[in-house]
Nanobody, 124 residues
Framework: QVQLVESGGGLVQAGGSLRLSCASSGRTFSTYNMGWFRQAPGKERDFVAA????????DYADSVKGRFTISRDNAKNTVYLQMNNLKPDDTAVYYCAAGFPGILSRLGRYYDYWGQGTQVTVSS
């Protein structure tokens, strides 16, 4: 079983930055591909970014490409999402998720474990 805990959310003005962290309690963190998703009120959960178990490949949604950076530190069992130049449309609850290697997917069904989420609010 893998437990994921997100942190780093908050309220920021448009153009500002936040760094989200997702810490895993499992000893097998380094074997999982990791993803970030977000869900705004009244909307479906959307893919944001993903990274392979060895950081060899990353993938980003078009809406965040060039502004967000996903990274991981397997020694610390943590994955990060650096968010720069934030926009009001980035306001959402952000979730990290862990999925077994084999496919780096944008689809939530390929991720087996999910955190509880952290709120990000961007004011205009």
């Amino acid at each position: 079983q893998v437990q994921l805990v997100e942190s780093g959310g908050g309220l920021v003005q448009a153009g500002g930055s936040l760094r989200l962290s997702c810490a895993s309690s499992g000893r097998t963190f380094s074997t999982y591909n990791m993803g970030w998703f977000r869900q705004a009120p009244g909307k479906e959960r959307d893919f944001v970014a993903a990274i392979t178990w060895n950081s060899g490949v990353t993938d980003y949604a078009d809406s965040v490409k060039g502004r967000f950076t996903i990274s991981r530190d397997n020694a610390k069992n943590t994955v990060y999402l650096q968010m720069n130049n934030l926009k009001p449309d980035d306001t959402a609850v952000y979730y990290c998720a862990a999925g077994f290697p084999g496919i780096l997917s944008r689809l939530g069904r390929y991720y087996d474990y999910w955190g509880q989420g952290t709120q990000v609010t961007v004011s205009s």
